[in-house]
């Protein structure tokens, strides 16, 4: 059974900074396409980023790019999202994703088949 562990969410003041993990059980993960994506209250769910098996490319959305970072660890099996500069409007709970259908999308959820459970950020203004 696949499972997908978040960690590293927490509240911060704007332009703080925190480091998102995605670990991984039973799962190597660091071979598949694993995204982050976010969801505030009342909002959809927003692809933020994505990184490719091997770490060779990664796909940042335009509202957090050159603040937000995703990388990997291959000896941890762990994908990460360092997040600096940090706004209110980035308030959300985020969620890592794994294995990206053929022909998916980096940032359309419906296309990553295993999720974690999430984990809460919230900025301060």
């Known amino acids: 059974e696949v499972q997908l562990v978040e960690s590293g969410g927490g509240s911060v003041q704007a332009g703080g900074s925190l480091r998102l993990s995605c670990a991984a059980s039973?799962?190597?993960?660091?071979?598949?396409?694993v995204g982050w994506f976010r969801q505030a209250p009342g909002k959809e769910r927003e692809g933020v980023a994505t990184i490719s098996p091997g770490g060779g490319g990664t796909y940042t959305a335009d509202s957090v790019k050159g603040r937000f970072t995703i990388s990997q660890d291959n000896a941890k099996n762990t994908v990460y999202l360092q997040m600096n500069s940090l706004k209110p409007e980035d308030t959300a709970m985020y969620s890592c994703?794994?294995?990206?259908?053929?022909?998916?999308?980096?940032?359309?959820?419906?296309?990553?088949?295993?999720w974690g459970q999430g984990t809460q950020v919230t900025v301060s203004s």
């Open positions: 994703a794994a294995d990206l259908k053929y022909g998916g999308r980096w940032y359309t959820s419906t296309d990553f088949r295993y």
């Open positions: 039973g799962y190597t993960l660091t071979r598949r396409y």
